[in-house]
T-cell receptor, first 113, second 113 residues
Framework: GNSVTQMEGPVTLSEEAFLTINCTYTATGYPSLFWYVQYPGEGLQLLLKATKADDKGSNKGFEATYRKETTSFHLEKGSVQVSDSAVYFCALSSGGSNYKLTFGKGTLLTVNP | NAGVTQTPKFQVLKTGQSMTLQCAQDMNHEYMSWYRQDPGMGLRLIHYSVGAGITDQGEVPNGYNVSRSTTEDFPLRLLSAAPSQTSVYFC????????????FGSGTQLSVL
């Protein structure tokens, strides 16, 4: 079956630090990959996505590249801000059921000024 | 736009009690779904619906019932609450079911004592 393994948190960084949150996956076929973000007290929002190998998703300074050879989709940002403090979820969909998302456990990021 | 509205935001139940978590969307979305979020587990799909009158089970359906009598509403029923159902519940909807177009509600935090 499908599974997503995400870097354990929590992660605490200072403002302007470099961020990496690791994500690896197991899936049948060719999944689409996503990063969702959950700000305190809110629902999840799509941050970025990639639908095929070597695609790079990007949004709000965050980037992630779909690496089929390493089955990875690591999230990166060059300079984090306090407003980036949130929980980040890696997820995938595959097998023709695009709405059946498989999520990782989530990584709590706290950015201090 | 209201988007996806979940009520209540917080609920405490005793074991064996029943209740319904409400979810409504005003975007005329065909697809709606329920997820539960547990610490260290990520989000898991409970039930979903691809249109009025059509529902199906997700990954963890036991102990929950759903129905979809209208496009707008997708209530989740707990017939006999158990402590294992203590969780945060998220409703999500999209026009076509595509993961990148999912809109999430802000969640219902349920505690079963």
């Amino acid at each position: 079956g499908n599974s997503v393994t995400q870097m354990e948190g929590p992660v605490t960084l200072s403002e302007e630090a470099f961020l990496t949150i690791n994500c690896t996956y197991t899936a049948t076929g060719y999944p689409s990959l996503f990063w969702y973000v959950q700000y305190p007290g809110e629902g999840l929002q799509l941050l970025l996505k990639a639908t095929k190998a070597d695609d790079k998703g990007s949004n709000k300074g965050f980037e992630a590249t779909y690496r089929k050879e390493t089955t990875s989709f690591h999230l990166e940002k060059g300079s984090v801000q306090v407003s980036d403090s949130a929980v980040y979820f890696c997820a995938l969909s595959s097998g023709g059921s695009n709405y059946k998302l498989t999520f990782g456990k989530g990584t709590l990021l706290t950015v201090n000024p | 736009n209201a988007g996806v509205t979940q009520t209540p935001k917080f609920q405490v139940l005793k074991t064996g009690q029943s209740m319904t978590l409400q979810c409504a969307q005003d975007m005329n979305h065909e697809y709606m779904s329920w997820y539960r979020q547990d610490p260290g587990m990520g989000l898991r799909l409970i039930h979903y619906s691809v249109g009025a009158g059509i529902t199906d089970q997700g990954e963890v359906p036991n102990g929950y019932n759903v129905s979809r009598s209208t496009t707008e509403d997708f209530p989740l029923r707990l017939l006999s609450a158990a402590p294992s159902q203590t969780s945060v519940y998220f409703c999500a909807s999209s026009l076509t079911g595509q993961a990148e177009k999912l809109f999430f509600g802000s969640g219902t935090q349920l505690s079963v004592l």
